[in-house]
């Protein structure tokens, strides 16, 4: 059994205070037996966070980090000092960062490594744009950025992996992927783990959709058989529509 997982992208949105405010809001509301309640700050906020959920079942992740562990690397930060804050995920290869900051498979193969050496769990981002979808390619697409993104990852460290399934054109824009057509996508994408790691890895690996997933629709997607949860980024800004994510997980 896939334990189900509701992140929050938080994107760069709150400043210390409201992080905190959101909180205390949602500490024990968010909080959900049999759902794993993470969420993804910016790194401003995460010292502060990772004391705030403390005493909850809440996990706290970051939104990137340096593949090295440390370096002339300025404005960067890594997997080593992520850990240290007392951080537990981290989001890597988001289609924004692909898209505004040079993020390549390659790179993205590179911090899957760095997250693992330091004892994060990699939230992987992959999916299609608009024109690929229209062109048929969507599969094809998540074909590439997948296996990149596992490349020479061993059996154990990839049934720990998250993978989100984020197609570039649901993000933001109030437009979501069908739960059926998630499902289907999401489907082969735990195939392409099997062909990969076989069976038992594919069944262990979490798979979530994320792309315009609001309270209304997360129950359409946490129904389908192969989605194991959402990582959502509007919606988890406000602490009552995050608490009904959660909820509506289960
Ligand atoms: O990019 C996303 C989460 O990483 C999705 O964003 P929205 O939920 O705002 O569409």
């Known amino acids: ?49 990772v004391e705030a959920v403390k005493g909850t079942s809440i996990k706290i992740g970051a939104q990137n980090l340096h593949f090295e562990d440390n370096g002339a690397f300025t404005g960067e930060i890594s997997g080593e000092m992520l850990k240290g804050l007392g951080v537990d995920y981290v989001i890597i290869g988001h289609s924004e960062r692909r898209a505004y900051f040079a993020e390549t498979d390659e790179t993205v193969n590179k911090k899957m490594h760095a997250a693992f050496r330091h004892g994060l769990t990699p939230i992987v981002c992959v999916g299609e744009k608009l024109e690929e979808r229209e062109a048929g390619q969507t599969k094809d697409v998540c074909k590439v950025q997948t296996e990149a993104a596992f490349q020479g990852l061993s059996a154990d460290q990839a049934a720990e992996a998250v993978i989100a399934y ?85």
């Open 1 to 49: 059994m896939r334990t189900p997982i509701i992140a929050g992208n938080w994107k760069m949105f709150k400043t210390v205070p409201e992080a905190k405010a959101f909180i205390e809001e949602v500490k024990g509301k968010a909080e959900v037996e049999g759902v794993e309640s993470v969420i993804c700050a910016p790194f401003t906020n995460l010292p502060a966070l």
């Open 166 to 250: 984020e197609p570039i054109w649901a993000i933001g824009t109030g437009k979501s992927s069908t739960a059926q057509d998630a499902n289907e996508v999401i489907s082969y994408i735990r195939d392409l783990v099997k062909g990969m790691y076989g069976e038992d890895v594919a069944n262990k690996v979490r798979i979530q959709y994320g792309g315009s997933v609001k309270p209304e629709n997360v129950a359409e997607y946490m129904g389908q058989s192969d989605i194991d949860g959402a990582l959502v980024g509007g919606a988890s800004l406000q602490p009552a529509s995050y608490i009904q994510l959660v909820q509506g997980a289960k």
